[in-house]
């Protein structure tokens, strides 16, 4: 039985060398084909920058963060509104820190309240004790990520809890539209 094994595998490996050498010998031309080309759209390098990021920052502070809940309903006073140690170069530092490529903050959530002194609405750090009401959480923190080499976002809802225009879309857009270009400015 051993000798049959040893016979059929001699068997086995002089028909693949045969095999290889005719096939070299006889000038067959193995060819590995070109894979086609995609057919679906190729990403941007913005898109690829993105997928690439490692770990991404969200920082979801504003007024709630007073209030012990996640989300707010437009209704909380903006006198509650007072982070007297804030620093967002701490934010900035342990972010590069924990090499941290984007920052996102939420300069304003479901409930309307605006970290920024927006000038289409007094529902903002405009109406709180912070700095006097002259305080920008956004600028603060724009300031701080990139002095650190951070990327920047900024999530504005597009649901504004407090403000009477949502649900007139047309009323609505506009107003959202000028505190977009408000954030975009800084």
């Known amino acids: 039985m051993v000798r049959f094994r040893l016979w059929w595998c001699s068997l086995l490996i ?22 086609p080309l995609p057919i679906l759209p190729l990403p941007t390098y913005s898109q690829i920058k993105w997928q690439q990021r490692e770990i991404i920052m969200f ?7 007073f209030t ?35 920052m996102i903050l939420t300069a304003k ?25 002259k305080g920008d959480v956004v600028e603060d923190f724009v300031n701080a990520a990139t002095a650190k080499g951070i990327d920047v976002g900024i999530y504005l809802s597009p649901w504004d809890r407090h403000d009477p225009r949502y649900g007139n879309d047309l009323l609505y857009n506009q107003y959202y539209l000028a505190q977009l270009q408000e954030l975009l400015k800084k």
């Open 14 to 35: 002089t028909f693949t060398v045969l095999f290889q050498e005719l096939r070299f010998c006889s000038g067959w031309n193995v060819q590995t084909p070109t894979p």
């Open 68 to 102: 012990d809940r996640e989300w707010g309903t437009g209704q909380e006073n903006p006198a509650i509104f007072n982070p007297t140690s804030l620093n967002t170069t701490q934010w900035a530092t342990v972010a590069a820190d924990a090499e941290i490529s984007l």
């Open 59 to 65: 920082l979801h502070f504003g007024v709630n963060t």
């Open 109 to 133: 959530h479901h409930d309307g309240f605006c970290l920024w002194p927006s000038k289409y609405t007094d529902h903002s750090v405009i109406r709180s004790p912070w700095e006097g009401g």
